[in-house]
């Protein structure tokens, strides 16, 4: 067994310390910004009940809603990061597959509100295509880590 050397000891502390201030940050940071966004969007969903315009605004709720997920779900990954002190990738992944998902529904909420032409018709197409294989491979990507993980744990009992 090698010897400690109480220098290195000493910095690797003090890398650890500096982690965490970083991560405790980052999670007040992103849970400053998640009750905001909250707090707005009831509000803004208040106000069109209020007037009765909600149907104008969904879609905008419909992306606030889904930013807001999106950003819970980096908090949860910020939080295993800080107390398992390594990056997980099944947090990542699914904040990918969340991002894509929010992309395709806005997309196709956008794509209703105006009138379709050849262009746009092509370039919604060519996008939603790419979100898909995008989802697809971040959905595989996600099983197999998952998967993996049931199995070293099982390796390990």
Request: charged residues 15%; neutral net charge.
């Amino acid at each position: 067994m090698a010897a400690r050397h109480p220098l290195r000891e000493g910095i690797a502390h003090a890398y650890t310390l500096i982690e965490d201030i970083v991560y405790v940050g980052l999670g007040l940071l992103l849970g400053a910004i998640v009750l905001t966004l909250l707090v707005l969007g009831i509000v803004d969903f208040a106000r069109g009940l209020a007037t009765w315009s909600i149907g104008h605004g969904l879609i905008g709720l419909l992306d606030r809603i889904l930013l807001i997920l999106l950003i819970v779900e980096l908090l949860y990954t910020v939080q295993v990061s800080f107390r398992e002190h390594a990056l997980a990738p099944a947090p990542f992944l699914l904040v990918g597959l969340i991002s894509a998902i929010r992309r395709v529904l806005l997309l196709t909420a956008q794509l209703g509100e105006q009138k379709p032409t050849e262009g746009v018709t092509t370039s919604f197409l060519i996008e939603l295509g790419v979100l898909t294989a995008l989802i697809v491979g971040l959905a595989v990507a996600l099983y197999l880590v998952k998967k993996g993980g049931a199995e070293a744990v099982a390796r390990r009992a």
